[in-house]
């Protein structure tokens, strides 16, 4: 009899670890296992535990766990592989649940839980292939003097009720520090580490019942207990020859594309009766979820040839990087479905689409465009205000809010502009910003913000158009418009999406929500929304709901970061805490939000951080860092790990601008390591380094990261903070928001190694 073989997701993270030679092993075995499994070169057998777990034999040294989860109508076994290891470490012990909250297959891992945790809980292990014991073995220590509980204020009954695996629960309430729990939670199903996390965090019992265990409830029937090959077909696991081929040569860069964690899958397959939002600390994994909505949007569409689904985001580079991640986990005919375009680059094309001939304007940036103000000011020899207010005025609350009369400026909502300004003080601001304007008009300029409030009044009267087109068809009962449309191209009239999927939301504008909010007709599914208000970078605090998007009652919150280690996060944190301060972090819409039960499961080293006594010591110390990295890199952490190529996995992250270019003069001059300046495009070149400004991490990961220059004067700029903290203490209040979220950012895009260097004064926000 032949066997469908599908492969666990704890399993599959092993393998990752196992040596090349035994990944091959394990090739054939899947290979053998198929054809038949009950080939005696397998030796297949079940374990004393609850009889569910099986073990095969891979090759002389590791065994294969399997449960079989019944047989199928072709007669057909169906096995899953739960774990593969040394045979040393299979004991009779084992065996498989079906969660009571999820109704997945669960594997509790025994053998990595710390003997002293076993021994108060009263657990003995017997391998089923014991050694030969050549001296007889010492008798246990007595279990330690029980010390206090780390879970306090839990019952066993809570834990079981919240969903931890019921092997799991005496073990989970006799550990008494953070390191058994780490022990523990290493051979943990997903849901259970996620609850005990997050009560270790200090969640309290009902934060967990609502954030971790409703998101991932199922209903199940009355004895879903005993049918592991229903509860096969609700786990996740990677079922083809091919997927798992893949899973082994990429290793596990390419986990997110297989297996999504049980909230985020939530998050992507469900059906949303309007615009929805997911926030969540860096890392969390919001780009993953609204990369596969995009795919499950796409596989629901009915069959065609255009571009229903649009995914966007802010800056460019990001969006090279999405198109490339989402190349990498859809089949081509369904990714030719979906539109891939940065935010700019989707007004820049509503306004070609309607250009009139000999009307284009040049788009500049804000520096240009406040430069003309400048000289503006200049010329009228107008002191009574500065540049960058008037500026600041014009583009949030003018253009933000698009006003187009002096009147409706009178009436306008100045939230978050700091100092209030009077009628007679409006007036004068309105006829100079009107002046500036009709310079900017008549030198052939345009900023990307008006661009993007033109395209949002494109996008809308297109909207309106189909609106009315809609309820004139309506009010005559569903006939068709012939004579209405004829000639009139109305006929061809309709939303251009049927999907948006917006990544990095927090840095949006209100003309680029208003633009969207055109681009597709409201209903199930229209809009998903992924951002961290945390991580906003540049100016544009938008509610979402005063853009016509209304997410309230479909929000959810991602807590569980993948990317970052516990040590990287705890620091993090610290720059983003505002304890004591009168501020706080919108959640996009008139509300708050906030990094609580945010954590990572990730460990590695405490980051480092550098006083230095001037920048060429920084310079110094850096490249001699660097090189380490490399070397560690290169050869594999001395031969311990996998050896990789190191381009793309280092950057360098600097303060201010100019730092740029003598960094990396620096290393390629001094220290023989090729770079790559991030621009606004991505990496340009192949060197091993990459190194930018902050503002150019955004979205990006990489596994070594140093940030340099982080200095007092410089993270928050002295400059901005001195021109404010008087005159408009709520905008200074603002710029240091700006400046803490900026190197929380940065500190958040490194993966296992952070380094944090300065020379003078360190930046306040920093944890020393
Ligand atoms: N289910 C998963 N399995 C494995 N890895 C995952 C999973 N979800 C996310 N990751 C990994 O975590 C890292 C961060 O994910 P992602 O970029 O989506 O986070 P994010 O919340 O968008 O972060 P940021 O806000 O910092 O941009 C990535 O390396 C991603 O591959």
């Keep these: 009899m032949t066997a469908r073989l599908s492969l666990y997701q704890k399993a599959e993270q092993e393998l990752y670890k196992l040596d090349r030679s035994v990944k091959g092993k394990f090739y054939d075995f899947c290979h053998r296992f198929r054809e038949d499994p009950d080939h005696p070169g397998l030796d297949l057998k079940p374990l004393k535990g609850d009889g569910r777990v099986f073990r095969a034999k891979i090759d002389q040294s590791y065994r294969a766990l399997l449960a079989k989860a019944g047989v199928d109508d072709k007669g057909q076994e169906n096995w899953l592989v739960i774990a593969v290891r040394h045979r040393k470490h299979v004991y009779e012990e084992l065996s498989v649940a079906?969660?009571?909250?999820?109704?997945e297959i669960e594997f509790v891992d025994l053998s990595v839980v710390g003997e002293s945790v076993l021994q108060r809980?009263?657990?003995?292990?017997?391998?089923?292939?014991?050694e030969p014991q050549p001296t007889p073995e010492p008798a246990p220590e007595p279990a330690p003097a029980a010390a206090e509980p780390l879970l306090t204020g839990v019952t066993a009954d809570d834990l079981r009720d919240l969903g931890v695996a019921d092997q799991l629960i005496d073990l989970a309430l006799a550990v008494t520090d953070s390191d058994e729990l780490d022990q523990l939670?290493?051979?943990?199903?997903?849901l259970s580490k996620d609850i005990l996390y997050g009560l270790a965090a200090g969640m309290s019992l009902d934060e967990v019942r609502k954030e971790i265990t409703a998101p991932v409830k199922v209903d199940l029937g009355q004895d879903y207990e005993q049918d592991l090959g229903a509860a096969l077909a609700r786990t996740t696991v990677t079922t083809i020859d091919a997927d798992i081929q893949a899973a082994l040569d990429e290793g596990d860069f390419r986990a997110w594309k297989v297996f999504l964690h049980p909230t985020q899958a939530k998050l992507v397959h469900h059906t949303y009766n309007g615009p929805a939002r997911v926030s969540g600390g860096p890392g969390t994994g919001k780009t993953i979820v609204a990369l596969h909505r995009v795919r499950h949007?796409?596989?629901?569409?009915?069959p065609g040839h255009n571009k229903p689904i649009l995914l966007t985001t802010f800056t460019k580079n990001l969006t090279t990087d999405l198109r490339a991640r989402l190349a990498s986990l859809m089949e081509p005919e369904l990714l030719a479905r979906v539109e891939i375009a940065h935010i700019d680059q989707l007004a820049a094309r509503v306004l070609s689409e309607n250009a009139?001939?000999?009307?284009?304007?040049?788009?500049v940036y804000d520096t240009a465009a406040l430069n003309v103000l400048r000289q503006l000011l200049l010329e009228l020899d107008e002191r009574r205000w500065d540049a960058e207010f008037l500026y600041e005025e014009w583009d949030q609350v003018i253009?933000?809010?698009?006003?187009?009369?002096?009147?409706?400026?009178?009436?306008?909502?100045?939230?978050?502009r700091g100092r209030s300004v009077t009628r007679p003080e409006r007036a004068q601001i309105w006829k100079i910003l009107e002046q500036f304007t009709t310079r900017l008009d008549k030198e052939g300029l345009e900023t990307w913000g008006q661009a993007a409030e033109r395209a949002a009044r494109l996008a809308m009267e297109r909207d309106a158009k189909i609106r009315e087109r809609q309820e004139y068809k309506e009010a005559i009962g569903g006939k068709d418009l012939i004579h209405r449309d004829d000639g009139s191209g109305m006929r061809f009239l309709h939303h251009r999406y049927r999907h948006i999927v917006v990544d990095e939301a927090q840095d949006l504008r209100a003309a680029h929500w208003k633009m969207l909010r055109a681009m597709v007709a409201p209903g199930p599914n229209d809009l998903f929304i992924a951002g961290d208000t945390h991580q906003?970078?540049?100016?544009?605090?938008?509610?979402?709901?005063t853009v016509g998007v209304h997410i309230r009652g479909r929000s959810s919150r991602l807590t569980l970061s993948y990317r970052t280690t516990k040590e990287i996060l705890s620091r993090a944190m610290q720059v983003v805490n505002l304890t004591g301060k009168d501020l706080a972090y919108d959640d996009l819409d008139d509300s708050t939000d906030n990094l609580n039960g945010y954590r990572s499961v990730l460990r590695g080293p405490v980051p480092d951080l550098v006083p230095c006594t001037s920048w060429d010591d920084e310079l110094a110390q850096l490249a001699a860092t660097l090189t380490a990295w490399r070397e560690e890199i290169t050869t594999g952490n001395g031969g311990t790990g996998q050896r990789r190529d190191p381009r793309g996995s280092i950057a360098v992250c600097v303060a201010e601008r100019d730092m740029v270019s003598q960094v990396m003069f620096h290393l390629a001059t001094k220290a023989g390591i090729t770079v790559a300046e991030l621009t606004k495009d991505g990496p340009k070149g192949d060197g091993e380094v990459h190194v930018g400004t902050m503002h150019r991490f955004k979205g990006l990961e990489y596994q070594k990261l140093a940030i340099v220059g982080a200095r007092d004067g410089v993270i928050p700029r002295t400059a901005v903070i001195e021109r404010y903290r008087t005159t408009d203490p709520q905008r200074c209040a603002r710029e240091e928001l700006k400046a803490r979220s900026l190197l929380f950012v940065a500190?958040?895009?490194?993966?296992?190694?952070?380094r944090i260097s300065w020379h003078d004064k360190p930046s306040p926000y920093l944890p020393v």
Excluded at 297 to 302: G, I, K, R, S, V
Excluded at 536 to 545: A, S
Aim: proline share 6%; net charge positive; hydrophobic share 40%.
């Design 747 to 754: 500190a958040t895009r490194a993966r296992d190694a952070l």
């Design 297 to 302: 949007l796409a596989e629901q569409l009915p």
């Design 98 to 103: 079906i969660n009571r909250i999820t109704g």
């Design 121 to 130: 809980a009263g657990i003995t292990l017997t391998p089923t292939e014991p």
């Design 399 to 416: 253009l933000g809010q698009s006003i187009g009369t002096r009147k409706a400026y009178f009436d306008a909502r100045r939230a978050g």
């Design 536 to 545: 906003r970078i540049y100016d544009q605090q938008v509610t979402l709901g």
């Design 356 to 363: 009139v001939k000999g009307a284009v304007r040049q788009r």
């Design 185 to 190: 939670v290493t051979g943990a199903p997903l």
